[in-house]
DNA sequence: GCGCACTGTTAACTTATTGAAATGCCGGAA
DNA sequence: TTCCGGCATTTCAATAAGTTAACAGTGCGC
């Protein structure tokens, strides 16, 4: 359903974000929000947008709400394997394949805006920053799944858990979303042990650890994080992947 | 060094990678063929031809021999975060971000190519269909990063070995290197553990249970897959990920 | 109010995986 | 040939993580 008040302001996010890839000509700046704001859509909570397997034909970028990245293995174990926040795009050229090879749901209600296949081709052709930035958006997605590898195959437990928060902090914290230093965790134990490759019964062990150690505090679907840079060097942390300043 | 003999031959994998991803026009097989053939390089077994925070500026295209993707943490735990075999591409449009977040290295000798940035640039501006190709190589690079998290993740290390097994075949057969039922193994058991986030010793016990299992042969560097489709169910594997098929 | 589903928490126990160390097997260098 | 280093293999004890099950808090519908 189409937002009935279309806002400026809600598609700012993801102008924001492209714009720190690679800064935006005016024109690509007005063309986007344009075509943004045309395709604002909304999703509850707990809702597959897209299921493996399905056909593609549209760009879905998100102004709001927190979505993941899963797979699953036939008998129904289950790997997130990324999140994503306001500012990110979902499947940016991904429909230059033939299917999608996992799903995406949303884990809060959510607003995105789709733009359907033909008018992003056509958005992308008549700019090229644009066209740059969201090339940039998809290496990044790359980057930081490479970096969920790493954390998945070498990290234990603790450190692992620990480089989630560090990065789920790192990547809200541009839109917004970081409020000192502390942010909504909507999800629950279940999602973060999918997205760390644990037991939800490990997982919850492994967060009592970094209660005790004082490192964060996690209440009330609050993640307040004490000591930040205690937290990345337990996490062996290292943000440059994210890419989250403007290279010169 | 540049190659003494240049022979058309040898960059063909490239060609025929990309032409399953994405018909190319006889002018742009025409073209990358060219550029290929000005810049083929090689390389011994075990030199990183780039790494972490490295700037990039150049594609690189491997015609033999194979490489891997991989991250350390400053403890030295390392992980192998993708393998690179014959016809896949490096990094193309890596050099839209400004450093490199992972390194690659050979894990044998190794011939490929490089292709300058401006000289890149050019050539997927001259054709539309190239470019497209391109894009969806990483496209579908970013897909097998995703099913090794799932592996990673929540595959037990016996699956998990033959899911890797499985890809590897299925990864090295349309470039005509599996025999039959077989194909090499130049890595070592270590580099097989940080491809599958296990200790060396635990992956050698899961080999000699694979072994046991008779469901694979590995012995003298060479990979034998007694029963594919068995290894496969063992594995949880499915293809689709690989987009081995041109869609139509 | 009551029951119910979902979530978080904890315990006890089992299993998977790691780590250190020793052994043997090559193949290459001297 | 001999020595040596890299690699595969095995053992054993130690530890990390999974499994099952129970229980408590919370919010929700009725």
Redesign the pocket.
């Known amino acids: 359903m189409p937002l009935s008040t279309p806002d400026r302001s809600q598609v700012e996010p993801v102008i924001r974000r492209l714009n720190v890839l690679r800064p935006l000509s005016t024109e690509a700046r007005t063309l986007l929000e344009y075509a943004m704001l045309e395709g604002v859509q909304r999703a509850g909570s707990g809702e597959d947008l897209i299921s493996e397997g399905d056909a593609v034909d549209s760009v879905r970028l998100v102004l709001s709400g927190w979505l993941c990245r899963y797979k699953t293995l036939e008998d129904g174990r289950r790997q997130i394997v990324n999140f994503l926040f306001p500012g990110e795009s979902c499947d940016a050229h991904a429909f230059l394949l033939s299917v999608m090879d996992h799903s995406i749901a949303t884990m809060t209600p959510v607003i995105y805006t789709e733009i359907k296949r033909a008018r992003f081709e056509g958005l992308v052709a008549s700019d090229r920053t644009l066209a740059e930035a969201f090339w940039c958006e998809t290496l990044v997605n790359s980057a930081i799944q490479r970096e969920w590898a790493i954390n998945l195959g070498r990290r ?3 450190e ?1 858990v620990a480089h989630l928060f560090c990065e789920i902090v790192e990547r809200l914290r541009p839109v917004g979303m970081v409020d000192g230093n502390s942010c909504v965790m909507p999800v ?3 999602d973060l042990a999918d997205a760390t ?12 650890e970094l209660r005790a150690s004082g490192l964060i505090v ?2 009330d ?1 609050t993640l307040t994080i004490s000591d930040l840079d205690a937290l990345k060097n337990a996490a062996l942390f290292s943000p440059s992947y994210l890419q989250l300043y403007r290279r010169d």
Do not use: C, D, P
């Open positions: 234990v437990a603790f692992r629950t134990q279940m490759g644990l037991s939800v019964v490990h997982l919850n062990r492994t967060v009592q996690l209440r679907r």
